[in-house]
């Protein structure tokens, strides 16, 4: 997951050089791989991960099977139109920010908002329901990500929250260092 932090934080350095150089086809490039990660990526990839990691005879692994294969679909149908549809990404410069705004799919059944809550749904709760105490205290560090996002940085909020939650995987990195893992699933892990 730190990994793909970086590649996405990465790709948005790709849109500030498209911004800066006044290069459109570099701009929509690093945009969509930006958002590959944003829309796409992380509402299947947290729900994923955390089924995973939890042990077979958890009764919270079918849920978080369940919210894996809707973090897909959900991620697909924010992500997919935006490939058929360029028009509909849009980057603009707020308050020497980027900010990502456009038309998603989901604007025509249900107001944004609603995707929103969706999204963190499904980044959230998977780790919060954790067998594992430190993927509980993760899933807390995203909700910090949240909180702070939104009553600092709404003018960017996509852009920021994707930055402090890439930042928000040193919790992850802590994690793999200090071998939590293998303390609390010497199973998977020892």
């Not at 299947?44 to 955390?50: E, G, H, K």
């Amino acid at each position: 997951m730190p990994v793909f932090a970086g590649v996405q934080q990465f790709m948005e350095g790709n849109v500030w050089w498209g911004v800066n150089t006044g290069d459109p086809a570099a701009t929509l490039l690093g945009a969509l791989g930006f958002i590959f990660f944003t829309w796409f990526m992380w509402p299947f990839w947290i729900p994923l991960a955390s089924w995973v990691l939890e042990p077979p005879n958890s009764r919270r692994r079918p849920w978080m099977a369940a919210m894996s294969v809707a973090g897909l679909a959900f991620g697909l149908s924010l992500y997919v139109p935006h490939l058929a549809n360029p028009d509909w990404v849009r980057v603009t410069v707020n308050q020497d920010s980027l900010a990502y705004e456009g038309t998603m799919i989901l604007d025509y059944m249900m107001p944004r908002w609603m995707t929103y809550v969706i999204y963190l749904f499904l980044i959230i709760l998977p780790p919060l329901i954790s067998t594992y105490y430190h993927m509980r205290w993760f899933a807390l560090t995203i909700v910090a990500v949240v909180v702070v996002d939104i009553l600092f940085l709404r003018y960017a909020y996509i852009s920021f929250f994707c930055l402090l939650a890439g930042l928000g995987t040193l919790h992850l990195i802590y994690i793999i260092a200090r071998n939590k893992c293998a303390r609390e699933c010497p199973v998977l892990f020892a």
